[in-house]
């Protein structure tokens, strides 16, 4: 166990993947130098051009490489340096590795893990932004992965690894900064099972990535006026653990989602959905949703700093369901 | 290059069974037995199998949605390609892909793709396993003319020369993309001229000549497996019939064109070069033909006996389950 970041966490889930298993590599673009945000750093050094392998600025055709290599026995790990590129990768992600399985009625196995990275940081724009994560919650045969801290993003990039489908990989860049304890040795982590991070009685917060840290620092904030959150991290957004979300929302009796994506249509409104579906009996108050406001992401700092949700909107929608003043 | 008269017929058998596997396919989706619709490759046999012949068993192929001749000319079975366009059970797909999904991966049959180039980038990914497996397996990836003017069809070329990957790009340019005539889609009269812009060899072959497939097949093939890298094959062809089905009733085309390629039927060509060799007499191609129809006739009749899919089946092959 020692202090990771959450970069360090990915390069180190990679690393002893890649050790343990022969069939693993990357491709992706700039994964030679460890990318921009150096989750592949040594990785090259130590694997050479083979098994890290540098692409063109080719997205459509590096995760084609995935597909054609993974019907054929490889595990690829297929990196889209920023989540708005997977736009022009879309094709061979939604039409190609998800629904190959199934098409062929069940002949193909397609090991493949997409990783990408998310969210709002320094000014980088409408293109280069996004949050993007429902948009694979809504194809079946993805799996959809958004962890919040380095212990989980080893161990949930680990078992995507070592999982037999197609699995998208998200880091949120904020998240990636963060530190916390992570074991030194290789570890998996349950794919689609949520994680309670706080528990508490009055209200349920369910938080995905750079959100979950808002949401802890809320409850604590609130703790203090006497309000018990109970705070619960998805981690696997496809498929979707709604079982520990229902059974906190039937125990607390109110009920916020909080995502950096834009609102409308996000994750939140599934999730949203399915509380009001499942545990209408126990809501004392509307389930209320945090996004972003449904515009473009800004370049300006202060129109970002306005577009991106935060412990601002979460304590909001604390208000408008009557819990403080 | 020296074909054996044995090979000679059978890769005549392998035309011949294309083509009466897609004029019936054709006539069944008329009756609304085969479900959904077909892509017939009728006229364009001798690329498939001039490409095929030239593979080993254990190499692999990439198909389009105009798929069926490529999967027959790489050992895909009648039986079960018609069991799968009648939605059945038995079907290479169990019923949930089709016509357009078809796939054999036992067979190095990758699969056939609803979407336009789709299996270009797949097809360089199969091709560079191969390199990282260090087997000498190479890679088909049959495209159509619509194809080529792809960003998909650009990028997986471009970084197959970077990889040198063992794959060779057949692209079999017909005369029309869906319902409009090549020439209005496409920037260059050949092809095989974009091969430059990548570096990679690019050759012109006449496609209803099978010899010429064959030939030009096994020399892109042999410089794939030795490491030498991709190249791009333009095989000059006609879709003796309609983007979809026989006649799907938006394009009209010159009767005069449709007579010039019909008397260039590469099976035609190919029967009457053989009988010429003195390979096969004209009542020895004629009993071939017939055996042929026979074949497909029973594979016919065995699909229709196939039962239906479980309805259970609707939700089976979304995720690959850990193994207990």
């Known amino acids: ?325 | 290059m020296e074909i054996t008269n044995e090979h000679m017929v059978r890769m005549l058998t392998q035309m011949l069974r294309i083509r009466e596997f897609d004029e019936r396919a054709a006539r069944l989706m008329e009756q609304a037995r085969v479900k959904g619709s077909v892509h017939l490759y009728c006229g364009e046999e001798a690329i498939g199998v001039g490409v095929c012949e030239s593979l080993r068993a254990d190499d692999y192929i990439t198909s389009t949605h105009r798929g069926h001749g490529h999967l027959i000319a790489k050992g895909g079975d009648p039986k079960r390609m018609y069991a799968e366009l009648f939605a059945k059970a038995s079907g290479y797909n169990g019923g949930k892909g089709g016509s357009m999904h078809l796939a054999a991966l036992d067979l190095g049959i990758i699969g056939a793709n609803g979407i336009v180039a789709a299996g270009a980038p797949i097809a360089l990914g199969v091709a560079f396993a191969s390199q990282y497996q260090d087997n000498d397996r190479v890679t088909v990836c049959f495209f159509g003319d619509g194809a080529t003017n792809e960003g998909a069809f650009h990028e997986a070329v471009n970084m197959a020369a970077i990889l040198k990957a063992p794959v060779i790009f057949v692209c079999e340019n017909n005369g029309y993309g869906e319902w409009s005539p090549t020439a209005t889609q496409t920037s260059v009269a050949d092809i095989a001229d974009r091969a430059a812009a990548y570096g990679i060899p690019g050759v012109v072959i006449d496609g209803m000549d099978l010899a010429a497939v064959y030939e030009a097949a096994g020399e892109a093939v042999a410089r794939a497996r030795s490491g030498g890298g991709p190249s791009l094959l333009e095989c000059k062809t006609y879709r003796f019939y309609d983007h979809v089905g026989r006649d799907f009733g938006v394009l009209q085309r010159d009767p005069e064109e449709i007579a010039y390629w019909r008397a260039r039927d590469p099976i035609l060509l190919w029967r009457n070069r053989l009988e010429e060799l003195g390979v096969l007499s004209s009542t020895d191609a004629d009993a071939l033909h017939a055996s042929v129809v026979g074949e497909m006739e029973a594979a016919i009749a065995w699909a229709d006996a196939q039962p239906d899919p479980h309805p259970d089946a609707l939700f089976t092959d979304v995720y690959t389950e850990p193994a207990a």
């Not at chain 1, 790990?77 to 399985?101: G, P």
């Not at chain 1, 609102?263 to 545990?279: F, K, L």
């Open chain 1, 1 to 325: 166990m020692s202090v990771k970041t959450m970069t360090a966490a990915v390069n180190e889930a990679i690393d002893q993947e890649m050790a343990r298993d022969e069939r693993v590599f990357v491709a992706g673009e700039d994964v030679r130098v460890g990318g921009p945000f150096g989750t592949e750093a040594g990785l090259h050094a130590k694997y050479g051009d083979k098994r890290i392998v540098n692409t063109a600025i080719s997205e459509l055709a590096l995760t084609g490489i995935g597909v054609g290599a993974a019907a054929v026995g490889l595990r690829p790990i297929i990196e889209i340096m920023i989540m708005d590129f997977v736009t022009v990768a879309m094709d061979q992600i939604v039409n190609q590795m998800a629904k190959m399985k199934y098409m062929l009625g069940g002949q193909a196995t397609l090991p493949i893990v997409v990783t990408t990275h998310a969210g709002v940081d320094s000014s980088s724009a409408a293109q280069h932004s996004g949050s993007l994560e429902a948009w694979f919650c809504h194809v079946p045969g993805l799996k959809v992965l958004m962890p919040s801290n380095a212990y989980d993003a080893k161990g949930l990039l680990t078992a995507a690894i070592r999982d037999d489908n197609p699995v998208i990989f998200i880091s949120n860049k904020r998240c990636l900064q963060t530190s916390c304890e992570v074991p030194d040795e290789p570890f998996a982590l349950p794919l689609g099972v949520a994680e309670v991070k706080r528990e508490g009685r009055d209200l349920t917060i369910v938080a995905t990535g750079r959100l979950v840290i808002d949401a802890l620092d809320v409850a604590e904030t609130l703790a203090g006026q006497g309000i018990s959150v109970e705070v619960i991290d998805p981690r696997t957004l496809s498929p979707l653990d709604m079982d520990t979300i229902l059974a906190s929302v039937r125990k607390t009796s109110r009920a916020i989602v909080a995502h950096e994506a834009v609102r409308t249509c996000g994750i939140g409104a599934e999730i949203a959905a399915r509380i009001s579906d499942e545990a209408f009996d126990y809501l004392d108050a509307p389930v209320k949703r945090v996004g972003a406001p449904f515009t473009p992401v800004p370049f300006a700092p202060l129109l970002e700093d306005r577009y991106l949700p935060g412990k601002a909107q979460i304590l909001d929608a604390v208000r408008e369901i009557g819990l403080t003043t």
